[in-house]
């Protein structure tokens, strides 16, 4: 026949040679991607914060710290308010301070001046810690160790709540005892003044 024959040698070298080319190109392209991915994690790890996230963490703090020194200085002066319309001109002894300090909102006001971070729960030994950085006297101390025995034996090790700090100050004598601190002159009566100065330096974390 008069077919034309192809040389073996042309039939081998340019599919195989465009093969070769096109496995080269994608192993290269492959290996690239790998390092380029390699790279992008060993970066990611070792890439220091960006100062801006850092300015704006540091200004959610000190928002955080302003807001709730607002809220703290409201409670304190809602209480004292309080207190002032139910005391009137008089001076309190401890029955009637019993009555207006006992009421649900005033220690509900109170816990939320020892609940710092806002989350509805007090840390018994944090809390208990902070009691007793502030005790100047004996009187004082044993006010705080029947607060941290209430809470022990009412509650465990567990966080106390809003309904769990009520409880324990309106447990028998306590308020009694805390009326005995709070009369410095051991006069049998005291001030709203006497009161809230007392709970704002108690609760106080400076």
Do not use: H
Request: charged share 30%; glycine share 4%.
């Amino acid at each position: 026949s008069c077919a034309e024959t192809i040389p073996v040698s042309d039939q081998d070298s340019r599919p195989s040679s465009g093969t070769s080319s096109r496995e080269q190109t994608l192993k290269k392209t492959t290996e690239d991607e790998e390092q380029i991915t390699k790279d992008d994690e060993t970066n990611f790890e070792v890439v220091p914060r960006p100062l801006v996230a850092v300015k704006l963490q540091k200004r959610s703090t000190i928002e955080k710290l302003e807001m709730a020194e607002k809220q703290r200085n409201g409670s304190l002066s809602y209480m004292r308010d309080q207190l002032d319309r139910q005391f009137g001109r008089s001076l309190a002894p401890v029955d009637f301070f019993s009555n207006c300090c006992g009421q649900m909102e005033f220690l509900e006001r109170m816990f939320g001046l020892f609940d710092y971070d806002g989350d509805g729960l007090l840390n018994q030994l944090d809390w208990i810690d902070q009691l007793k950085s502030k005790c100047t006297n004996e009187k004082e101390v044993d006010f705080v160790e029947i607060l941290e025995t209430l809470a022990y034996v009412l509650y465990g090790d567990a966080d106390l709540d809003k309904n769990a700090f009520l409880t324990i100050f309106t447990s028998k004598g306590v308020l009694q005892k805390l009326f005995r601190i709070v009369d410095k002159d051991n006069d049998g009566f005291v001030t709203p003044k006497d009161v809230m100065d007392f709970v704002s330096e108690l609760s106080n974390t400076r």
